[in-house]
C-alpha cells in the first residue's frame, strides 16, 4: 500500500509550534471568547434604517 504523504508548510509548523507552547489556561481563554463572539453573532440581527433626509 502506498500512501500519499501531506507535506505541512512552514507557515503551519510554526503556527502548530506557537499553539503548543500556550497553557491550558491561555487555550481555555481563548475558547471562550471565541464562544461568547459566536453566541453574539448567533444572536445579532440586521436591522435596516431608511435614509432620512432633514
Same mark, same amino acid.
Given at each position: 500500500?502506498?500512501? $500519499?504523504?501531506?507535506?505541512?508548510? *512552514?507557515?503551519?509548523?510554526? !503556527?502548530? %509550534?506557537?499553539?503548543?507552547?500556550? $497553557?491550558?489556561?491561555?487555550?481555555? *481563554?481563548?475558547?471562550?471568547? !471565541?464562544? %461568547?463572539?459566536?453566541?453574539?453573532?448567533?444572536?445579532?440581527?440586521?436591522?435596516?434604517?431608511?435614509?432620512?433626509?432633514?
Amino acid at each position: 500500500m502506498d500512501k $500519499s504523504k501531506q507535506t505541512l508548510s *512552514e507557515t503551519e509548523i510554526e !503556527l502548530l %509550534k506557537e499553539a503548543l507552547k500556550r $497553557s491550558y489556561k491561555e487555550r481555555f *481563554e481563548m475558547a471562550t471568547r !471565541l464562544y %461568547k463572539i459566536q453566541q453574539t453573532m448567533n444572536k445579532a440581527t440586521i436591522v435596516h434604517k431608511p435614509f432620512i433626509s432633514k
